[in-house]
């Protein structure tokens, strides 16, 4: 088995590359993927640089070109809900487009013909979740992300995002990582840390945060690996 173990940023991927101390490093579609053998099955890592369209390539070259069975993702993301508070682990349930907006043609945001305004995430991992959360000790919240090409630092956005999608979370890649292994049949799931509240100090609060949350995050996709194998 192959999996895939994505973020978006260097410091998202850092405590899994240090984790694993060894891997092969291959340049592929601009980008660098790390591909290493972990208890018997291959892992290939990368970050794919911020954004839907990066991610977009990232995870179709880990699945068609590395051939990855299964897709994590490990990041960090801004919470809406108030029960998130920075550290906090959020699962993703379903995912949206946040700034998919074709609404002058009378569909709901998110939307696009042929398309849904929600992607679920695979199930066996979200329950997988709870048991690896159980085993830690540690408390993971699940929930609806919304994704979109922006750095939410604004009150405003940030509760609009979460009454039209009912969102609990925010950030930029999920979504479209999302659109790509629903498209090509590879379950995934999607675990991000807070790092922020999408309000007024967030930018402040990201660059405090995402080192810590990163890490938070990364210890917990690589038991959720360890689960996958048990
Ligand atoms: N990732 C982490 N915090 C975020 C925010 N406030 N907006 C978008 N993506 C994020």
Redesign the pocket.
């Known amino acids: 088995m192959k999996i895939a173990i994505m973020g978006a940023m260097p410091e998202e991927i850092a405590p899994i590359l240090q984790k694993l101390g060894e891997y092969k490093t291959t340049e592929y579609a601009k980008n660098k993927y790390y591909e290493a053998s972990y208890k018997g099955v291959e892992l290939v890592i990368a970050y794919s640089k911020i954004g839907k369209v990066f991610s977009t390539l990232t995870a179709t070259t880990m699945i068609e070109h590395f051939g990855a069975q299964k897709l994590l993702f490990s990041?960090?993301?801004?919470a809406i809900s108030e029960t998130l508070k920075v550290g906090d682990l959020i699962v993703a349930t379903k995912l949206s487009q946040h700034d998919l907006d074709i609404t002058a043609f009378g569909h709901p945001f998110g939307y696009v013909p042929e398309g849904g305004v929600f992607v679920e995430a695979d199930k066996a991992m979200i329950e997988m979740s709870k048991e690896v959360a159980r085993d830690m000790g540690k408390t993971v919240q699940e929930g609806i992300i919304a994704t979109?090409d922006?750095?939410?630092?604004n009150e405003e956005r940030k509760n609009w995002i979460g009454s039209t999608f009912n969102a609990d979370a925010?950030?930029?890649e999920g979504a479209s990582v999302a659109v790509v292994c629903d498209a090509l049949n590879v379950p995934f799931f999607i675990l991000r840390a807070i790092?922020?509240a999408?309000d007024m100090d967030?930018s402040f609060s990201?660059d405090e945060f995402l080192e810590t949350s990163a890490v938070e995050s990364a210890e917990f996709v690589m038991k959720m690996v360890d689960k996958i194998l048990e």
């Open positions: 990041g960090v993301a801004g979109g922006q750095f939410v630092a925010l950030e930029m790092s922020d999408a967030a990201f």
